[in-house]
Each structure stands twice: as structure tokens, then as C-alpha cells.
């Protein structure tokens, strides 16, 4: 009877875990499989980018020339101001383009030889295999590596994306029109 009892319960949490899971998400958008290597387009300069889809790094990253960051006093109807990161990226071309967001946070980020690094994190969207993603994305200087972006754990969450690390450059960048 205990047996029962405990196999009842865990089917009942599992059951509940799955269902209060799928109520957290924000649409229905079934999971979409793409490479662990694909182009992503960013409307902000109107580039498109190759991007490694990372499942070990949680917050996406992009190649970005840090210049400022400032205090913006508040506005209207605001208690307190906020900071703004003015930051260069560079389009298809290489044209360098300035661009500014609000800063959202700090993050902390472990470095392969040791020690840490503190990056700003701002809010960008981007377009991956036809689907818009706005969601946080940390600012660093990505110039010795392959790929100017990485796309984190998050940004593949929130638009619902399974990697298969057999393929890569499957999927078209542009978002769909509306």
C-alpha cells in the first residue's frame, strides 16, 4: 500500500512539475531544432551574424566596443534615473555603429585562465530561424573568437530551440512578417 501511495505521488508531482512548466511560457510556439551554429540577424544595425547556439553559457553575448557608461537622470514620471551603455558593433560591412541601451545589470563572468570579469548586460533583439528575441545580452570584446555572437541557455529557452550539435546553418535568419 505504501508503494502505492509513493508511486501515486510521484506521478502527481511530475505531472504537476510538466504542467506548471508549460503555463510559464509565453506562447505556444512549438520547440524548433537548429545547429549549434546559425545566422542570426540584429534589426539595431541590420546585420546578420553567425552565431554559436551555447547551451553551457546562460546569458547571450555579442562582439561590442564598450565606450561609455553614464547616468541618465529620470524622466518623467520616474522616481531615479538609470545608467546607459553607449557601445560600438559593427554591421555586415564593418562599419562601426554606435548604439546605446539601458543598463540592466552586471554580470560575472568566470575567464579560461583564471579569475573574473565583469561585463554590462543590456537588452537587444535579434532574429534566429524566424523567431524574435528580445532578451538580455552581455557586451564583450569577442574579436579572437570564430563567432562575434553566442547565444545562451536564456535567449534558446525563450524562443523555444533545441540544439543538435550534427548540424549547423539550417535555418534562415529573418524573422517572419507579421
Same mark, same amino acid.
Given at each position: 500500500?505504501?508503494?502505492?501511495?509513493?508511486?501515486?505521488?510521484?506521478?502527481?508531482?511530475?505531472?504537476?512539475?510538466?504542467?506548471?512548466?508549460?503555463?510559464?511560457?509565453?506562447?505556444?510556439?512549438?520547440?524548433?531544432?537548429?545547429?549549434? !551554429? %546559425?545566422?542570426? +540577424?540584429?534589426? &539595431?544595425?541590420?546585420?546578420?551574424?553567425?552565431?554559436?547556439?551555447? =547551451?553551457?553559457?546562460? @546569458?547571450?553575448?555579442?562582439?561590442?566596443?564598450?565606450?561609455?557608461?553614464?547616468?541618465?537622470?529620470?524622466?518623467?514620471?520616474?522616481?531615479?534615473?538609470?545608467?546607459?551603455?553607449?557601445?560600438?558593433?559593427?554591421?555586415?560591412?564593418?562599419?562601426?555603429?554606435?548604439?546605446?541601451?539601458?543598463?540592466?545589470?552586471?554580470?560575472?563572468?568566470?575567464?579560461?585562465?583564471?579569475?573574473?570579469?565583469?561585463?554590462?548586460? !543590456? %537588452?537587444?533583439? +535579434?532574429?534566429? &530561424?524566424?523567431?524574435?528575441?528580445?532578451?538580455?545580452?552581455?557586451? =564583450?570584446?569577442?574579436? @579572437?573568437?570564430?563567432?562575434?555572437?553566442?547565444?545562451?541557455?536564456?535567449?534558446?529557452?525563450?524562443?523555444?530551440?533545441?540544439?543538435?550539435?550534427?548540424?549547423?546553418?539550417?535555418?534562415?535568419?529573418?524573422?517572419?512578417?507579421?
Amino acid at each position: 500500500m505504501r508503494f502505492c501511495l509513493f508511486v501515486f505521488i510521484v506521478l502527481w508531482a511530475t505531472t504537476a512539475s510538466a504542467v506548471a512548466e508549460k503555463a510559464s511560457l509565453k506562447n505556444d510556439l512549438p520547440a524548433l531544432t537548429v545547429g549549434w !551554429v %546559425e545566422p542570426v +540577424f540584429i534589426p &539595431a544595425i541590420a546585420a546578420t551574424y553567425k552565431a554559436k547556439l551555447d =547551451t553551457g553559457a546562460e @546569458t547571450s553575448s555579442i562582439h561590442a566596443e564598450v565606450l561609455d557608461v553614464t547616468s541618465k537622470p529620470a524622466a518623467a514620471g520616474e522616481k531615479k534615473g538609470h545608467k546607459i551603455v553607449i557601445f560600438r558593433i559593427l554591421d555586415e560591412d564593418g562599419t562601426a555603429k554606435t548604439l546605446e541601451r539601458r543598463l540592466k545589470r552586471w554580470v560575472r563572468i568566470k575567464e579560461r585562465k583564471g579569475g573574473y570579469t565583469r561585463r554590462p548586460v !543590456v %537588452e537587444m533583439d +535579434f532574429c534566429l &530561424a524566424g523567431r524574435e528575441i528580445i532578451d538580455e545580452v552581455n557586451l =564583450t570584446d569577442r574579436g @579572437t573568437f570564430i563567432y562575434p555572437m553566442l547565444i545562451g541557455r536564456h535567449s534558446l529557452r525563450k524562443g523555444h530551440f533545441v540544439v543538435d550539435s550534427t548540424r549547423h546553418l539550417t535555418t534562415k535568419p529573418l524573422c517572419n512578417q507579421k
